[in-house]
């Protein structure tokens, strides 16, 4: 049963779960639950990169013949702070495609919404695919798009909290006008909250401490991994309307039947 | 990645989806969605059995077998009716599992406590394996347990409303204290919600209207498929824990990384 | 602005909210609480009353002639022990009002459909004014109904958790189709939730935990009366629909207005 | 029970019930339904104030000596539209309090984070006292506190939806961090979403369709009066805990009180 493939700045993904690389127990753990995953684009922050080349442990596992690198700029605090990150991401790993990611306040890891539409201007007239990280904040993110954002990447919870799509009324709305792709960012702690994002017409999520923080987060990679395919075919095959009257459809009772035998 | 299999009156089943056979627009439609669905275990309505032997149109689509019969009791208004009902079935289709429904309310389908626990513990006398379809109720589903049930069947939702895992709460305390398999039974709409509830622990699921309302059901049992695989997975992976508190784990700014390039 | 009374057995209340009596920190307390939270009927396990015709502390504060006393048969476990345990409440307390609570299980003090519906026709032929504390089960409380309940009592969440309506999808059906009051029992942790029950249709609601574990319980008490106040008056108002398709009414652009100034 | 009083401003509020003037049937009714909300801060667009000194039918209606108008720029599409209008309705209403709302979008009428930070810098400067409507965004309500807003008005729901405290998750670091009051101002449908509101710390909240369109708009001006006080006498009470665990305290069974009677 295929579904439609996600295209974003003319690559074609066939994968519509993106991972994060941070919280791993070790760099094997990392590698293994990334195959079970079957995520083709894998994001790490500036920070994990050393500049003389070389990279931290986790990193050195990281295959990057299998994977699409999408460096994230965690860690910064406003539009130029960022740009510099970006432009050394792009030197170091060799990739133009960016999630941008401005986060002023350390405690809550929250979006700069000013500072992100700012840096997105600049970082796309230099040339980068931008996917940045925002609230899911309908008029931003039309914004972005306005500005030349490859995709936008909305939260559904506080990062991670795990609490799934506590923004929903609003990412429907984003769904519903955005013309680039939708990726659900933040906050969606298990398969399932990672199928109903997929089912309400979502383009992708990308999920990292769920898949790092379980149990077993190789067995969580796939279990994420089908849980995005059946999200997305569910999408595709037309979910049946919800109803809140409570009332079923009648059936005639057996009662004539019974005693008709 | 392979999940434990459920077992239930001693069979090993490989798939915990289960699935209805109403409301399909075709018996060709039906086949398809079955085979989509990886179900093994089908139920059916007596009133679909046509006591001469021969079947409906739907029916007769039904690869016998391919599938263990679950035959149900729907449309019964009481136990008496139910049992009379469950000797049909165990004739006309040559087995003794049952789905035992009592609902004396032909507007909402909701089922009757009290005729369910006296025809459970009659038909367990009468060689059945009996899986009572009831609400969410924990004290009700523990009595069904006693009184030999094979396995509990509590709603998740009102039936045909689509709404998920409405019962939650007490969901999570039947899946603690039952020693028999439990199995979510009506309101489940999406592939997600079949998800969430493999998450939290239930065995298994019954799904009819979300797969056979959907615009394309063969798609939509592959999703289902795919989402109860990852719901269980995610289970035995061992979700990470929910936080309320809004925090994330604080990340050292970038910036004196940033000023010592 | 005036509301609807409330007619139970023939009596009428002014409030819509009733109160239980466990848990608070001293008689004092409990008493003041009463009184701020304009409560007229009060609920009290049996076992606190002192077959001598005494009381202890907590229960020789409650002045009767000010309140309805409710007399509840919490800890017993079957249709026999509430029986017994009615008889001595009617005799110790003056009064045949009974709410009727049977848990058979101790550790979530959940109740038991089939030995309430047996107690309530027993107590129903005995003279009682039996208020049946249940399951959101809209068939059992249609049964109490017809076995001569006076009112019925489905549980909001399970006892002390304070989690709300969660069975709410449930008790809109309870409401829809009774007879008799419906009143929400367990759960309700905080006012806007014994707003929303009300809200909703139902006839009042009882509380305890919530305003007896509050950091000021008296204080607690007169939030919950002015939000059971506020409940029935936004129900008897006509709530406003909500809408979930996310798009607001369009207003004109100001812009042609600000041009021409 | 008195709660403490809402300042912004310097200004003290005795309610935290702010109302809208919108969609009112007649000015009767509006100024009737306010009279009953015990709202002492009203808006209204600026569009409805005549620029020749006069007003349409409904504000005509609006007894200004006893309330404090707080104007409003629905319909404006950017900070300098907003600035236009600002001073427009400081000269026509003789008040220098202005509620910011800018959204260019006339479908969903979602708030404009970029052009309403540049717009409450601007306005701040020339002496108005800003409430600035915005999403729940914590980093933005930030800054704007920074820029010097009187207060902030996250959304709690899409404008009109009805819906409640769908952004309960941001809301909360917003109210957890912000040094200004903070006033929910979209989406609530209810008596029980206003105090839910004021229950979780919210200072005040603003409502307009849920009375303008309810059945009888005075009798639930009166019943959102209610669930505000509720609100906020519960929240200065402390609220119980909730607890998932759904164990509930045990008690002690009857069975040996009783067999010793």
Not at 138 to 148: D, I, N, R, S
Not at 242 to 247: A, D, I, P, V
């Amino acid at each position: 049963m295929k579904t439609s493939p996600l295209v974003i700045a003319g690559v074609t993904l066939r994968s519509r779960l993106f991972l994060g690389t941070g919280k791993y127990s070790s760099g094997a753990v990392m590698s293994e639950s990334l195959a079970a995953s079957g995520a083709e684009l894998v994001t790490m922050a500036l920070r994990r990169v050393r500049t003389d080349g070389g990279h931290d442990d986790i990193m050195s596992q990281l295959d990057t013949t299998k994977y699409r690198l999408l460096p994230n700029t965690s860690g910064v605090r406003d539009a130029k702070e960022a740009i510099l990150a970006a432009e050394l991401a792009r030197e170091a790993l060799g990739t133009n495609w960016l999630k941008l990611e401005i986060h002023p306040d350390p405690k809550y890891l929250m979006p700069d919404a000013i500072e992100t539409l700012l840096a997105t201007r600049e970082l796309v007239k230099r040339g980068f695919v931008v996917l940045p990280y925002v609230h899911a904040d309908p008029v931003l993110c039309k914004q972005l798009e306005e500005a030349g954002a490859a995709a936008v990447m909305p939260l559904g919870a506080p990062i991670g909290s795990n609490l799934g799509l506590e923004t929903r009324a609003f990412l429907e709305i984003i769904i519903a006008q955005s013309r680039v792709p939708v990726v659900i960012d933040a906050g969606l702690g298990t398969p399932s909250h990672a199928a109903a994002a997929l089912e309400m017409g979502a383009d992708a999520v990308l999920v990292n401490t769920a898949i790092a923080a379980a149990a077993d987060p190789v067995a969580m990679g796939a279990a994420f991994k089908l849980a995005v395919e059946a999200g997305r075919l569910g999408f595709e095959a037309g979910l049946a309307a919800r109803s809140t009257k409570g009332e079923a459809h009648a059936t005639s009772p057996l009662t004539s039947f019974l005693a008709s035998v």
